[in-house]
């Protein structure tokens, strides 16, 4: 986080609140969210963007009734991507017409709270959900504004789980005319193009813009190009086929989320700014050379706001050091000789993204300054799988003992959002610290919320 600090007695503090004092209140496991740095992350991307263009905070990445609270006062929109999500975002008082709906199997139920809530637009995802959605916008004698989910056919250079924009995936409409086999009779048409002539055929929806999502945690802004481009490409094929006034309304291309963070040293994301000019710049350009007027941008950060505010606060517990056979081993533990088994009061239910994608993290002791020559060792959960990692391979100071403090940082983003309660594990609580003051947002989980749904 911004405001965190190793401060002279050695133990590390979170916008001037020592992590020894909420550990000593809160408990471990913790999330500790620096709020100012998620609210300045809010700010720096209105400014980096312009006053012109929509941010979407992707809610997926964290979200609570108080998170949406920031994201509101700081003036961003929302994007939700199920019933859930708005159901929070509205009851937080996130006001329903900035708030965008995604998903690519999206319920009747949820579509029709949506319209029912007055959300500003749908990222419609399939011929049948285009009529499914008319059908509730008729039934409830309105005009729903929608966007187009399209697939651009970048594959941006991330972890195969989560690049979402190459063609064989279950996101989107193909901008390939020799794509889907959803229609038929539609000619040579693209799916992208006969989802454009569906939705202009609707009586009670409106096509306001047209969206890509290429991946997450991107670095490389080429991704971003090529899909500004092709995008754009098929706004001014749509301006040709159904002329000015039909496609009036035609105004924002949407790019989606993606932007990476550093979760380690090796990582050096581009700064906002630059990714913003760079975008701002190429629909600019591009829909001058293609004879169009500009259209508004719109993107959907997630990780990039809630990512790096966050840290997770473990307390060490078994220490064990596992001899590692040089012949069987490839990695430096083999040179070691031994592999240091640190196990933490937490794991894969607080934080799956190592065990699922292979994810990077750094730890450090937070709450000392530590010594000692360092050990190369395997941050570990509590859980009884043995995948359940929190930090592959890092050195901890050779004096680690149990009852220290680890602080794994970057862990606001898809880490709470993908928590489980896997072996009856409690979800952690999260706190927001500004100002030298901390503040529960969510309680830790209890007992009593284990058992909460049985029926017996
Ligand atoms: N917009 C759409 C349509 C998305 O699908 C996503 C993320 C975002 C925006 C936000 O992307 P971001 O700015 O956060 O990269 N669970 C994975 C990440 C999955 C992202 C899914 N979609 C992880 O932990 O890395």
Redo the contacts with the bound molecule.
């Keep these: 986080p911004a405001h965190a600090r190793r401060e002279a007695d050695g133990a590390v503090s979170v916008a001037g609140v020592p992590v020894t004092a909420l550990a000593a209140e809160f408990g471990t496991p913790l999330l500790v969210i620096d709020e100012e740095d998620f609210r300045a992350r809010c700010r720096g991307m209105r400014e980096a963007f312009g006053a012109d263009a929509a941010v979407h905070y992707?809610s997926?990445?964290f979200l609570s009734m108080e998170i949406a609270r920031w994201v509101r006062d700081e003036g961003l929109s929302l994007?939700v991507c199920s019933g859930g999500e708005l159901a929070v975002a509205l009851r937080a008082g996130f006001p329903a017409e900035r708030i965008a709906l995604?998903g690519n199997n999206k319920s009747v139920a949820e579509l029709d709270f949506a319209v029912e809530s007055g959300i500003g637009h749908v990222v419609v995802d399939s011929l049948s959900e285009i009529a499914r959605l008319d059908a509730v916008a008729a039934e409830r004698n309105t005009v729903q504004e929608v966007l187009i989910r399209l697939t651009p056919g970048v594959e941006a250079h991330t972890h195969e789980f989560?690049s979402?924009a190459h063609e064989d995936q279950k996101f989107g409409f193909s901008l390939a005319a020799t794509a889907g086999r959803e229609a038929s009779g539609a000619g040579s048409d693209s799916p992208a193009m006969q989802a454009v002539t569906a939705v202009f055929a609707a009586d009670n929806l409106r096509l306001v813009g047209l969206h890509s999502?290429i991946g997450?945690?991107i670095f490389d802004v080429n991704g971003f190009e090529i899909a500004a481009r092709r995008v754009l490409e098929l706004l001014r094929d749509v301006v040709a086929r159904f002329g000015a006034e039909k496609t009036a309304q035609l105004s924002t291309i949407d790019l989606?989320?993606?932007?990476g963070i550093s979760y380690t040293a090796h990582d050096d994301p581009p700064p906002v700014t630059d990714l913003a000019a760079k975008l701002r710049h190429i629909v600019e350009a591009e829909s001058a050379a293609l004879g169009l007027a500009t259209p508004h941008l719109a993107v959907?950060?997630?990780?990039?706001i809630a990512g790096p505010p966050g840290i997770t606060l473990y307390e060490v517990g078994t220490i064990k050091d596992v001899a590692v056979d040089a012949a069987s081993a490839s990695d430096a533990a083999a040179a070691q000789g031994f592999r240091r088994y640190v196990s933490v009061d937490g794991g894969m239910s607080d934080n799956i993204?190592t065990a699922l994608?292979g994810a990077e993290y750094t730890a450090v002791v937070a709450s000392r300054d530590p010594q000692g020559a360092p050990v190369l060792s395997r941050i570990v959960g509590k859980h009884c799988e043995t995948g359940d990692i929190v930090v592959r391979d890092t050195d901890t100071p050779g004096d680690l003992a149990e009852g220290d403090l680890l602080a794994v940082a970057a862990t606001g983003?898809?880490c709470y959002s993908?928590s489980s309660r896997y072996n009856m594990q409690p979800r952690p609580a999260v706190v927001a610290v500004k100002d030298g003051a901390a503040r529960l947002i969510l309680r830790r989980e209890t007992v009593d919320d284990l058992v909460s749904l049985e029926v017996l």
Excluded: C, F, N, V
């Excluded at 959907?300 to 990039?304: L, Q, S, T, V």
């Design positions: 992707a997926k990445a994007d995604h989560i979402t999502h997450s945690q989606g989320g993606g932007l959907e950060p997630g990780r990039a993204r994608y983003a898809y993908m």
